[in-house]
């Protein structure tokens, strides 16, 4: 019986064709801190992919989607806007860097990989949908295989069958002609119904799992793996032309009985029949589609190929990787192993932070195709403070979540979070400044001591096992029932925070004059 528990509209998802820009900003907000602009362009960019698969087909093949440039510097926040809004949309993402690319004649990777892999991404994502639907349908087939391998590896035989006794006259009608009911006919009957009560019987012991630790035969199949090298430009072209697939179904499938237990058996019988319902063209099918209608690449360090040629070294081929990336950006059509696919409408979004080269660089066939151009701001203080605290997975929730498990309650004093926001921002703008990343350093340096004594501070008891850490703190919290109840608690304040990261800050300055 379902039970449907009340909750608030934030925690019911929205359809996307129902969610605003607004609305998507909103959504993007709950992970990402500030950036405004940023959100902004991507929800539009979104809404408008929304709106063009309500226009009549021919129009709606005319619209280009409006690819995005987001400038700035490292740990910002221009990956996470990109994967989230992936996630939000249950759309293909790849995220790859542009500087993993070279023209040919250089060592790198074919730029048509990223519609290969973004291809592959699509096809685990349909076949994980498709599984779900028939998971209750192959359940139940891989039963009817267990229960027919238990009766005929005699499973059964440790309660005795009704099917052992001889048949008596009484299941024959007295009245009856003797050429009108043959006993052979009353002997099948009863065989049959005590073949279904056995199998039954099995059926629940095995539901209930009484029957889990009980060992079987299972014949399973394996692959043969030949040893066979194929000779070939490069994995992208073995992997599309599909030869290692050709090689080893020349090969065929060998099988072999195992012995296994009963919960083991289960699970492989609902694989093979999960594979065997799954309708693969279909999903290869919806993989395409989904794939050329909503996948998004973000194409990360493209400043790092930004110039022009007259450059000497590897600096030549910049120029040459742009040219190569052109195409899968303006529209083409890639063939993959699971058929041909078109780029036209997939939105490329393009990262870079700009700092030696700038957008004016690259070439103008490339600028051109990223209308759409936003600025990510440095992280103040205030921002650092807000990603601490704000986001449903934010540092300060993973690192008291981890330390539950140990058995230690901790709790980060208001001033505490402030001091570490406050070094995060000191250390960004007197070194290498790599934006939201610092605070993971922080956050490491002030739980080093803690995360290595908890096990000991939990044994303890109100002692501190260590002076390195704070004591542990016994204190009265209300109860929903009103009683107060003691709890123990380690509070990390300013002072504990200015001695574990104090020297992160020094050594950082001296480090700048000596090396």
Known sequence: MAIFLPGTAEDQALG???????????????????????????????????????????????????????????????TEIARRLAKLTNSPFLKVEASKFTEVGYVGRDVESIVRDLMEIAIDMVREEKLDDVEDRAELLAEERLIE??????????????????????DVAPDAPKEDAPPTLAIVAKSDADGMRERERLLQQLREGKLDDRMVELETRERAQPQIEVLSNSPEDMEQSGIKEMIAGMFGQRTRKRPMKVADAFEYLSQEEESRLLDMDQVIRIAVERVEDSGIVFLDEIDKIAGREGG???????????????????????????????????????AGAFHVSKPSDLIPELQGRFPIRVELQPLTVEDFLRILTEPRASLVKQAIALLETEGLKLEFAAEALEEMARFAFQVNETTENIGARRLHTIMEKVLDEISFEAPDIVKAGAGAISDKVPALIDRLVPTPSGEPQHERVLIVDRAYVEKQVASIVKNQDLSRYIL
């Open 312 to 350: 000497h070294g590897p600096d030549i081929s910049r120029e040459g990787v742009q040219r190569d990336i052109l195409p899968i950006v303006e529209g083409t059509t890639v063939s993959t192993k699971y058929g041909m696919v078109t780029t036209d409408h997939i939105l490329f979004i393009a």
């Open 149 to 170: 391998l238990l009766i005929a590896q005699g499973a059964g035989s440790a309660e005795p069958a009704a099917t052992s006794q001889p048949p008596t006259p009484i």
């Open 16 to 78: 996307l064709d129902e969610m605003t820009p607004r609305e998507i900003v909103a959504e993007l907000d709950k992970y990402v801190v500030g950036q405004a602009a940023a959100k902004r362009a991507v929800a539009i960019a979104l809404r408008n992919r929304t709106r063009r698969q309500k226009l009549p087909p021919d129009l709606a093949e005319e619209i280009m989607p409006k690819n995005i440039l987001m400038i700035g510097s490292t740990g910002v926040g221009k």
